[in-house]
C-alpha cells in the first residue's frame, strides 16, 4: 500500500527526492477522472470499487471554486462506484450545519462527508451525527476530534504545499542568502492558512535563509482582496523579491494588480496552491509561475473510498493513501510549473 507522502519538520529533506519522483506519477493517476457538474444526489454508475447500496450524505461551507470542485468531485466519484450521494445545501454558519447533520443522521445514511463551517466544532458535528461516521474533508479538525474507523480527514497535507512554494522560490531566485517576500495567508484560523504559511517560515529557517517578510497579510482565499491589499503594499515602495500565497485564487489578484500597475510578471515569482484552471491559465501565460495541485478528483474519490470501506467492511484501514494510525487519507500535492501546467486542467 502507497503511504502518505506527509512529513515531519525534521523530516524534509529525506523525503524530497522520493516527492519527486513520483510526481509525474501522481499526476497521471488524478488526473485521469473528468469532474462533473453538481447537483443534489448521485448514484448508480459503475466503478472500480463497489459502493452500490451505501448512501452517503455530503455536507458544506459555502463554495468556493475549490469547495466546488470537491464536492462534484464527491458526487461524480459516488455515482461511479454506484454509491447514492445527496448534497446538502451550502451552510453559512455552524447552527445551520449542525441542524443539518442531525437531520441527515435521522434519515439512515451509511457515511457523512463534511466540509466543516468551523473545523473546531468537530465534536458538535460528531454529537450531531450520532453513530454515523464522519469523513472530513478540506478543513482539518484538530487530531483529537479524530477517531480511526469513525471521525477521519481526508485531503492533502498541507505542509507539503507550503514547502514545495518555498523551495520553487529560492530555487528560482537561484538561492539567494537573503530574502524580501510577500505572503498572502487565507481565511484567519483556517487550518490549511495556518499550516501552508508555517511550512513556508519553516522551510527558509530550516535551510538557513535569512526571509524578511516585508508584507504579510490575509486576503481571505479572495482575488479581489489580494490584488486591492497589493496595491496598498507597493504604495509603501518597499522593495520584494517573490510573491507567496496561500492559493491560486490570492496569486491570480497579485498578477491582476502587477498588470494594471505595468510590473513585469516574469521578473517576479507568484505563486499559489490549487492549481485552479485560471491558476494553471496564469502559469502558462506568464502571469503566475508556480503552483501545487491539490486534486479536488482525487480527494473526492478518496472520501467515497473511505466511506465505502467503512459502509461494508467497518474499517478504513485498507483505503489507499491511508495512515498507520487509521486517523488520516492524504492525498499527494504534487509541484507545477510551465513544464506541466498544461497537463492539468
Known amino acids: 500500500m502507497f503511504r502518505s507522502l ?67 468531485s464527491v458526487i461524480d466519484a459516488g455515482a461511479k462506484s454506484g454509491v447514492t450521494v445527496d448534497a446538502g445545501e451550502p451552510c453559512n454558519s455552524v447552527d445551520a450545519q449542525v441542524a443539518q447533520i442531525r437531520e441527515a443522521a435521522s434519515k439512515g445514511y451509511d457515511a457523512i462527508i463534511c466540509n466543516p463551517v468551523d473545523a473546531e466544532t468537530a465534536l458538535q458535528l460528531e454529537v450531531a451525527a450520532g453513530d454515523i461516521p464522519i469523513l472530513f474533508t478540506n478543513s482539518e479538525p484538530d487530531k483529537s476530534y479524530l477517531e480511526a474507523d469513525k471521525y477521519m480527514y481526508v485531503g492533502s497535507y498541507e505542509r507539503d504545499a507550503g514547502y514545495y512554494q518555498a523551495e520553487y522560490v529560492w530555487n528560482k531566485l537561484g538561492k539567494p542568502s537573503h530574502l524580501n517576500l510577500v505572503l498572502f495567508q487565507g481565511q484567519p484560523g483556517h487550518p490549511a492558512a495556518i499550516a501552508r504559511t508555517k511550512a513556508v517560515k519553516n522551510y527558509y529557517k530550516t535551510n538557513g535563509i535569512d526571509v524578511n517578510f516585508v508584507f504579510n497579510d490575509t486576503a481571505y482565499w479572495d482575488t479581489q482582496k489580494a490584488c486591492d491589499e497589493f496595491k496598498i503594499f507597493l504604495k509603501t515602495g518597499q522593495s520584494y ?11 491570480l489578484g497579485v498578477v491582476q494588480a502587477m ?17 485552479t484552471v485560471d491558476g494553471c491559465k496564469s502559469i502558462l501565460e506568464d502571469g503566475m509561475q508556480f503552483t501545487v495541485y491539490q486534486s479536488a478528483v482525487g480527494q473526492g474519490a478518496s472520501c467515497i473510498e473511505a466511506a465505502i470501506a467503512l459502509a461494508k467492511k467497518g474499517t478504513a484501514k485498507d483505503v489507499q493513501y491511508v495512515t498507520e494510525d487509521g486517523l488520516y487519507v492524504w492525498v499527494p500535492f504534487a509541484p507545477v510549473d510551465k513544464s506541466n501546467a498544461a497537463s492539468i486542467n
Open 241 to 251: 523579491d517573490a510573491v507567496i500565497c496561500n492559493n491560486d485564487s490570492m496569486a
Open 259 to 275: 498588470n494594471e500597475m505595468g510590473i513585469d510578471t516574469s521578473a517576479i515569482p507568484v505563486v499559489g496552491i490549487d492549481a
Open 6 to 72: 506527509r512529513f515531519e519538520e525534521a523530516g524534509i529533506m529525506k523525503n524530497r527526492l522520493f516527492k519527486r519522483a513520483i510526481t509525474s506519477i501522481l499526476i497521471c493517476v488524478m488526473l485521469g477522472v473528468c469532474v462533473a457538474g453538481c447537483g443534489s444526489s448521485a448514484g448508480g454508475g459503475a466503478g472500480a470499487i463497489d459502493g452500490s447500496g451505501v448512501k452517503v450524505f455530503f455536507s458544506t461551507i459555502a463554495l468556493d471554486d475549490f469547495k466546488t470542485l470537491v464536492m462534484n
